[in-house]
C-alpha cells in the first residue's frame, strides 16, 4: 500500500550572521521500504536513530529532502497542498506523549470531532453521533466527551488520541512510540485496544518504539534502524529468533527480561554518534563489537541484502560475522 | 535472613495534607536491607516507591509530608527522629541518592569538578586539590574517559549515559554504605541501559555497598536484584528472594505484572490485561487497596473487610494476607 524509494531528510544547519549553511543533521538516509496493506510494521531503534523524522516524512509532515513515496500508486510527494489536505484524511498520527499531544483548552468532543468538521461535509449531529460512537469503541463513555484532558489519566489520554486518529476512518496510521508514556498495566491495554481496532478498521499501521519487547508482541515484520539507516528487516518471527545484524543481536540480548539470566551478553560501547558528522562507510562501526582493527567497515557502501526470504541485513553485517 | 542487616524500615507511614484530605503516599511499609545486596522495589506510578526512598533520605519537605510513623533504623539510630544537622551528616555520605532524570538532577550552571568535589569537602574535610584529586579519581572508576579533562564539563556537554555516570560518581565519592537508585536507567536507551546496570554491579562488588533499586521494569529487576518487594498503592503487596518470587509468585498483582511483562524470547500471544487504573491514593479502596482490579475479587466485596498485612508464606517470602487466600482459591 506504501512504497518508499530512497526517502533521504537532512536538516540544515544554520549559523553565522548570514544563516549561512554550515551542515546538515542527517536523520534519514536514503531508506526504501515498503508496507503492504494490513500489516503492522515495527520500526525500532535507540533515540537519534530517525525513527520518529522518518515517520513523519512518510506523511509530509515534515518535507522529505529527497526519495519518492508512493500511496495507491502515487507519488505523493508530487501532491500539492490541496491533493495532500485530502489525503491526510487516509493517514493519521498518535503521539508518544498523551499529555503534550491533546490541546488542554479544548473539550474532548471538540478534540476528536476536528478533523470530521474539516474533512467532512456531515452536519453536526451526524458528526457528535460519530464521535460518541468512536468515544466507546476506545473504551471511554459518552460523558467524557464534555471534559478536559487533565480530567483524564495517562492512559485515558491515550485512548482519546487514539480515538482522534480513528473518528476520519484513516487506512494508514503511524503511532509514534504509543505506550513508552505508560505504566506496564496500561501499556498492555493500550496495546491490545490497538491490535482490536486493527482488526475492525483493517488499519495499516507503522509502530514506531524503542521497546523491543512491544514490538515482538504487536508487529508483523519488523525494521531496525541506526543512524538514519535500516539495518536489517525480517518478519518478527525471523528478527526475534534468527537476528543477523550485531545491532540487532546486542538489542535483543540487552533488553532486559524477567526469565532469561544473560550473563555474557554482548555490551556496546559508547554511545549512538552525532548524524551531524556520522562515521564513514558503516554508521555502526565505531559501536560494533566485530568491527576490525584495519577499518575496513569505513569503506564499505551501506545497502541492504537479501539473506534469506524477505530477510534483508546490511551489507557490511553479513560479513563480519 | 543471615547478613547483617544495614537499614530496617518499619511499618513506614509517609501522608501528605492536600488541602482538606490526606495523600496516603506510603501506607505502613516495612522491609530489612542486608549490607552488600541488592533490594529492589517494584509497582507502576503512584504506587509510592519513590516516596519510599525520599522518606528515608529525609527529602521531603516538613511542612507538607508527615513521616511521623513508623522508624527507619540505620546504625542503631532512627533517622526520622533525627535532627537535619545530623541527617545532613548522613545523607550523602553514609546513604546517597542517584535520580531518574540526570539532566535535571545536575546542575547545569557548574561544571562537574564543582559538583562532585563540594561533596567531598564537605563530608571529608578535604580541602579543594584533594577533593579534585578524589573527583577524578571517581570519574575515572566509572568509566568516563579522560577523566582529567571531562572534569571540567557541564552536564550539557555529556550523554544521558555519561551523565548518569557522574551522577553516580557523585552519589559514591564518599564511598556510602547504601545507595538509593531512582530509576536510574529509565530514561536512557536499551543499550546505555545495559552499560549503566554492569557499572552498577561491578561497582558493588568493588565498594561493597549496598543498593536500594526503583524501578518499575521487572527486566531490569532480574538482573540486577537479590530481593524484590512489589508495592501498589502505598502499600506492600509482596516481598521474596528475586528468583523466588519469578518462580513463585503469590499475589494477584504480581502474577499479573510478571504476566503482562512484554517477552523479547516468547511468541507472540494474547496481551494480558489488568483492568483499569490505579485508583487514587486520596481516597483508596477499603480494605485490600488492589480488590478494584483483582482479577480473583471476589463478587460480594468481602475484600472490602480485610485489614491488610503480610504473611509469611514461606522462610523470606511474605504475601499481603488479602492476596495468600485469593491465591489459594484460585490454584
Same mark, same amino acid.
Given at each position: 500500500?506504501?512504497?518508499i524509494? !530512497?526517502?533521504?531528510?537532512?536538516?540544515?544547519?544554520k549559523?553565522?550572521?548570514?544563516?549561512?549553511k554550515?551542515g546538515?543533521?542527517?536523520?534519514?538516509?536514503s531508506?526504501?521500504?515498503d508496507i503492504?496493506?494490513?500489516?503492522?510494521?515495527?520500526?525500532?531503534?535507540?533515540?537519534g536513530?530517525?525513527?520518529?523524522t522518518?515517520?513523519?516524512?512518510?506523511?509530509r509532515?515534515?518535507?522529505p529532502?529527497?526519495?519518492e513515496?508512493?500511496?495507491n500508486?502515487k507519488?505523493?510527494l508530487n501532491?500539492?497542498?490541496?491533493?495532500m489536505?485530502s489525503?491526510r484524511k487516509?493517514?493519521?498520527?498518535?503521539?508518544q506523549?498523551?499529555y503534550?499531544s491533546?490541546?488542554?483548552?479544548?473539550?474532548?468532543?471538540?478534540?476528536?470531532?476536528q478533523?470530521?468538521k474539516? /474533512?467532512?461535509?456531515m452536519n453536526k449531529?451526524?458528526?457528535?453521533n460519530?464521535?460518541?460512537?468512536?468515544?466507546?469503541e476506545?473504551?471511554?463513555?459518552?460523558?467524557?466527551?464534555?471534559r478536559y484532558?487533565?480530567e483524564?489519566?495517562?492512559g485515558?489520554?491515550?485512548?482519546?488520541?487514539?480515538?482522534?486518529?480513528?473518528?476520519?476512518d484513516?487506512?494508514?496510521i503511524i503511532?509514534?512510540e504509543p505506550v513508552?508514556?505508560?505504566?506496564? +498495566?496500561?501499556?498492555?491495554?493500550?496495546?491490545?485496544?490497538?491490535l482490536?481496532?486493527?482488526e475492525k478498521?483493517?488499519?495499516?499501521?507503522?509502530?514506531?518504539? /524503542?521497546?523491543l519487547?512491544?514490538i515482538n508482541q504487536?508487529?508483523?515484520?519488523?525494521?531496525?534502524?541506526y543512524l538514519g /539507516?535500516?539495518?536489517e528487516?525480517?518478519? +518478527?518471527?525471523?528478527?526475534f529468533?534468527n537476528?543477523?545484524?550485531?545491532y540487532?543481536?546486542?538489542?535483543?540480548? +540487552?533488553?532486559?527480561?524477567?526469565?532469561r539470566? !544473560?550473563e555474557?551478553?554482548?555490551?556496546?560501547k559508547g554511545?549512538?554518534p552525532?548524524p551531524?558528522?556520522?562515521?564513514?562507510?558503516?554508521?555502526?562501526? +565505531?559501536?560494533?563489537? /566485530?568491527?576490525?582493527?584495519?577499518?575496513?567497515?569505513?569503506n564499505?557502501e551501506?545497502?541492504?541484502?537479501?539473506?534469506?526470504?524477505d530477510?534483508?541485513?546490511d551489507?557490511?553485517?553479513?560479513n563480519?560475522? | 535472613?543471615?547478613?547483617?542487616?544495614?537499614?530496617?524500615?518499619?511499618?513506614l507511614?509517609?501522608h501528605?495534607?492536600v488541602?482538606n484530605?490526606i495523600?496516603?503516599?506510603?501506607?505502613?511499609?516495612?522491609?530489612?536491607? *542486608?549490607?552488600?545486596k541488592?533490594?529492589a522495589?517494584v509497582?507502576? %506510578?503512584?504506587?509510592g516507591?519513590?516516596?519510599?526512598a525520599?522518606s528515608?533520605m529525609g527529602l521531603?519537605p516538613?511542612?507538607?509530608?508527615?513521616?511521623?510513623?513508623?522508624?527507619i533504623?540505620?546504625?542503631?539510630?532512627?533517622?526520622l527522629?533525627?535532627?537535619e544537622?545530623?541527617?545532613?551528616?548522613i545523607?550523602?555520605?553514609?546513604?546517597?541518592m542517584?535520580?531518574?532524570?540526570?539532566?535535571?538532577?545536575?546542575?547545569p550552571v557548574y561544571?562537574?569538578a564543582?559538583q562532585?568535589?563540594e561533596?567531598?569537602?564537605?563530608?571529608?574535610?578535604k580541602?579543594k586539590?584533594d577533593?579534585r584529586?578524589i573527583?577524578?579519581?571517581?570519574?575515572?572508576?566509572?568509566?568516563?574517559?579522560?577523566?582529567?579533562?571531562?572534569i571540567?564539563s557541564?552536564p550539557?556537554?555529556?550523554?544521558?549515559?555519561?551523565?548518569?555516570?557522574?551522577m553516580?560518581?557523585?552519589a559514591? %565519592?564518599?564511598?556510602?554504605?547504601i545507595l538509593?537508585?531512582?530509576?536510574p536507567?529509565?530514561?536512557?536507551?536499551?543499550?546505555?541501559?545495559?552499560?549503566?546496570?554492569?557499572l552498577m554491579?561491578?561497582?558493588?562488588k568493588k565498594?561493597g555497598?549496598?543498593?536500594?533499586f526503583i524501578?518499575?521494569d521487572?527486566g531490569?529487576v532480574?538482573?540486577?536484584s537479590?530481593?524484590?518487594?512489589?508495592?501498589?498503592?502505598?502499600?506492600?503487596m509482596?516481598i521474596a528472594?528475586?528468583?523466588?518470587?519469578? %518462580?513463585?509468585?503469590?499475589?494477584?498483582?504480581?502474577?499479573?505484572?510478571i504476566d503482562?511483562?512484554p517477552q523479547?524470547?516468547?511468541?507472540?500471544?494474547?496481551i494480558q490485561?489488568?483492568?483499569?487504573?490505579?485508583p487514587?491514593?486520596?481516597n483508596?479502596?477499603?480494605g485490600?487497596?488492589?480488590?478494584?482490579?483483582?482479577?480473583?475479587?471476589?463478587?460480594?466485596?468481602?475484600?472490602?473487610?480485610?485489614e491488610?498485612g503480610?504473611? *509469611?508464606?514461606?522462610?523470606?517470602?511474605?504475601?499481603?494476607?488479602?492476596g495468600?487466600?485469593?491465591g489459594?482459591?484460585r490454584?
Open positions: 500500500m506504501i512504497e524509494k !530512497n526517502l533521504k531528510k537532512y536538516f540544515p544547519i549559523s553565522g550572521f548570514f544563516n549561512s554550515s546538515d543533521v542527517k536523520a534519514v538516509e531508506v526504501t521500504f503492504p496493506e494490513g500489516e503492522i510494521l515495527g520500526l525500532v531503534g535507540e533515540s536513530s530517525g525513527k520518529t522518518l515517520g513523519r516524512s512518510i506523511i509532515l515534515i518535507e529532502s529527497e526519495g513515496i508512493f500511496y500508486n507519488n505523493i501532491f500539492n497542498e490541496k491533493d489536505r489525503l487516509d493517514f493519521q498520527i498518535i503521539f506523549d498523551p503534550a491533546l490541546d488542554p483548552r479544548k473539550k474532548i468532543v471538540d478534540i476528536i470531532s478533523g470530521l474539516i /474533512h467532512t461535509t449531529q451526524e458528526i457528535y460519530k464521535v460518541k460512537s468512536i468515544i466507546k476506545v473504551g471511554l463513555q459518552e460523558e467524557h466527551l464534555n484532558p487533565h483524564f489519566s495517562g485515558q489520554r491515550q485512548r482519546i488520541g487514539i480515538a482522534r486518529a480513528l473518528v476520519l484513516p487506512k494508514f503511532a509514534d513508552s508514556a505508560l505504566d506496564v +498495566t496500561i501499556q498492555a491495554q493500550i496495546l491490545n485496544l490497538i482490536e481496532l486493527k478498521y483493517s488499519l495499516t499501521i507503522l509502530f514506531i518504539s /524503542h521497546d519487547s512491544v504487536i508487529a508483523d515484520r519488523v525494521m531496525v534502524m /539507516h535500516i539495518v528487516v525480517a518478519s +518478527t518471527k525471523n528478527l529468533s537476528p543477523r545484524h550485531p540487532t543481536k546486542s538489542l535483543i540480548e +540487552t533488553a532486559p527480561q524477567i526469565f539470566k !544473560n555474557n551478553k554482548i555490551l556496546l554511545d549512538i552525532s551531524i558528522n556520522p562515521p564513514s562507510g558503516c554508521v555502526f562501526r +565505531t559501536r560494533c563489537p /566485530h568491527a576490525s582493527k584495519d577499518n575496513k567497515e569505513a564499505i551501506m545497502g541492504l541484502i537479501e539473506v534469506a526470504q530477510h534483508w541485513v551489507r557490511c553485517a553479513i563480519c560475522n | 535472613m543471615k547478613s547483617e542487616k544495614l537499614l530496617s524500615v518499619q511499618n507511614k509517609t501528605f495534607s488541602g484530605s495523600v496516603k503516599a506510603v501506607d505502613g511499609v516495612s522491609f530489612d536491607l *542486608e549490607s552488600g541488592t533490594f522495589i509497582g507502576e %506510578s503512584g504506587s516507591k519513590s516516596i519510599t525520599l528515608i521531603l516538613n511542612n507538607l509530608a508527615q513521616v511521623d510513623r513508623g522508624k533504623i540505620f546504625s542503631e539510630q532512627d533517622l527522629t533525627l535532627e544537622k545530623e541527617m545532613r551528616k545523607r550523602g555520605n553514609n546513604i546517597s542517584i535520580f531518574q532524570e540526570p539532566m535535571t538532577s545536575l546542575n561544571d562537574l564543582f562532585i568535589s561533596v567531598i569537602m564537605l563530608h571529608q574535610n580541602n586539590q577533593a584529586k573527583a577524578i579519581e571517581m570519574l575515572d572508576l566509572v568509566g568516563i574517559p579522560e577523566p582529567q579533562k571531562r571540567n557541564f550539557h556537554e555529556l550523554s544521558g549515559g555519561m551523565r548518569q555516570r557522574a553516580i560518581a557523585m559514591l %565519592s564518599c564511598n556510602p554504605k538509593i537508585a531512582d530509576e536507567t529509565t530514561a536512557l536507551d536499551v543499550t546505555i541501559q545495559a552499560q549503566i546496570i554492569e554491579q561491578e561497582l558493588q565498594l555497598m549496598s543498593i536500594v524501578t518499575h521487572l531490569v532480574s538482573e540486577i537479590d530481593y524484590v518487594m512489589v508495592m501498589y498503592l502505598g502499600n506492600t509482596e528472594e528475586t528468583n523466588e518470587i519469578f %518462580s513463585n509468585p503469590i499475589h494477584p498483582y504480581t502474577k499479573s505484572l503482562i511483562a523479547i524470547t516468547e511468541e507472540k500471544r494474547k490485561v489488568l483492568k483499569g487504573e490505579i487514587s491514593p486520596i483508596p479502596p477499603s485490600c487497596v488492589f480488590r478494584t482490579r483483582c482479577p480473583n475479587a471476589s463478587s460480594n466485596g468481602k475484600e472490602g473487610d480485610i491488610m503480610l504473611i *509469611e508464606v514461606k522462610p523470606g517470602h511474605w504475601v499481603d494476607r488479602c495468600v487466600n485469593c489459594h482459591l490454584t
